[in-house]
């Protein structure tokens, strides 16, 4: 539960992922699906590097082994962007 409530507080995500500096909710043209704002940036000494991409989020908290978040770019820096989390519990 704990995991699930993190990786599902949109909006402080950048507390918890490195290099990630914005992460908000936008409006959404689909019922029942989330699109989020992300900004990331990563520095060294002498260049720096900045993206930004545009998710379309699918929360499923009733997966068949658990829960899962499916998410693809829908605009954004990237060519590629999608993949999914899956939370299963095991044992501690």
Known sequence: DTVW????????L???V???VHS???PCPHEGRIWLEQRG????????IEARVVLDLREVP???D??????????G??????GKWSVRAGPR
């Open 5 to 12: 409530r993190i990786i599902t507080d949109y909006e402080r």
């Open 14 to 16: 950048a507390d918890f």
């Open 18 to 20: 490195p290099n990630l």
């Open 24 to 26: 908000g909710r936008i």
């Open 41 to 48: 940036l990563q520095q060294a000494l002498y260049w720096h």
């Open 62 to 64: 009733d997966a068949v």
């Open 66 to 75: 658990g829960r899962e978040l499916h998410f693809s770019m829908v605009d």
């Open 77 to 82: 820096d990237f060519k590629k962007f999608e």
